[in-house]
């Protein structure tokens, strides 16, 4: 039914999809207690199951939206322009 998987925060007890279909209370339970469970389907890493305080946890340290970010100031009047050379410039073609 169940194997170990080792993740950056440790061992993930891994449920087979039918297994965590069947027995989703003790499956839930499990997550609530341990940690996050990883969903297995064919073998492969599916999905993983983490508590919502977890998750949540993470969400704020994700990084920011690209809406945020254009809203924020932050990087604003730091871009740095490299000089110019002194190469003569061509005259623009008259119309």
Do not use: Y
Not at 9 to 32: I, N, T, Y
Not at 52 to 73: D, R, T
């Amino acid at each position: 039914m169940s194997e170990s998987f080792n993740a950056p925060s440790g061992p993930l007890k891994a449920w087979a999809v039918q297994d965590a279909k069947a027995r989703f209370s003790e499956f839930l339970d499990d997550c609530l207690k341990h940690g996050p469970q990883l969903v297995t389907r064919r073998g492969s890493e599916a999905a993983v199951m983490v508590p919502f305080s977890q998750w949540q946890s993470m969400q704020l340290k994700a990084k920011p939206s690209l809406e945020s970010f254009l809203q924020s100031s932050r990087g604003r009047g730091d871009l740095i322009l490299p000089v110019r050379g002194n190469a003569k410039r061509r005259e623009p073609p008259t119309l």
